[in-house]
């Protein structure tokens, strides 16, 4: 089984600033994706980057990259030049067996 | 696109009875799966539909149940509620069984 595994609760960066959250999975498969998903107050879950693990080139979305190191499976988010409206939890997630397998999220907080 | 609609946004339900949550699906998509976020948790897979049928299912008990109709709309139904059973109920709907996963904004059950 799939699992996905986030171990920072809660991140706290201030604004402008770089911010790294990190995610850990397990899988036997050799083919899939990763995502990053965004959860503001208003819970709505918004794809923020995706990953295909046959590509070597790490993806990046505006200021949101990705530093994937498939051996190691890890899979963990940058945000650069933070802002206030990037405060939310941030899921890991991993699509096996046609559904979503989340980590336990990390709460990002922006200080002003 | 009115993307993922679901509803109602909000429900307070006494324990032992039963509830059904409802999910407009994407425009163009066909495939609708539910997910339970309990407080400060991922979400975790309940089931999918697609073509009308449970394709999937998560660790849940009977209780849980559901239905797509031929428009792709679905509902989630819960019976005989459990005071464990107050979360954050969300609908994600994609085009086909793999494809990429659009949330709505959820329903929030509290069981007393």
């Known amino acids: 089984a799939q699992t996905v595994t986030q171990s920072q609760p809660e991140m706290s960066v201030q604004e402008a600033e770089t911010v790294t959250l990190s995610c850990t999975y397990d899988t036997s498969e050799s083919d899939y994706y990763l995502f990053w998903y965004k959860q503001p107050p208003s819970r709505q879950m918004i794809l923020v980057i995706r990953q295909e693990a046959y590509k070597q080139q790490n993806a990046t979305e505006n200021r949101f990259s990705v530093n994937f190191q498939k051996a190691a499976k890890s899979f963990s988010l940058k945000i650069s030049d933070s802002q206030l409206g990037d405060a939310a939890m941030y899921f890991c997630?991993?699509?096996?067996?046609?559904?979503?397998?989340f980590g336990q999220g990390t709460r990002l907080t922006i200080n002003p | 696109d009115a993307g993922v609609t679901q509803s109602p946004t909000h429900l307070i339900k006494t324990r032992g009875q039963q509830v059904t949550l409802r999910c407009s699906p994407k425009s163009g998509h066909d495939t609708v799966s539910w997910y339970q976020q309990a407080l400060g948790q991922g979400p975790q897979f309940i089931f999918q539909y697609y073509e009308e049928e449970e394709r999937q299912r998560g660790n849940f008990p009977d209780r849980f149940s559901g239905h797509q109709y031929p428009n792709y709309s679905s509902e989630l139904n819960v019976n005989a509620l459990l005071l464990g059973d107050s979360a954050l109920y969300l609908c994600a709907s994609s085009l086909g069984r793999v494809g990429e996963a659009f949330f709505g904004q959820g329903t929030r059950l509290t069981v007393v």
């Open positions: 997630a991993f699509p096996g067996a046609q559904k979503l397998v």
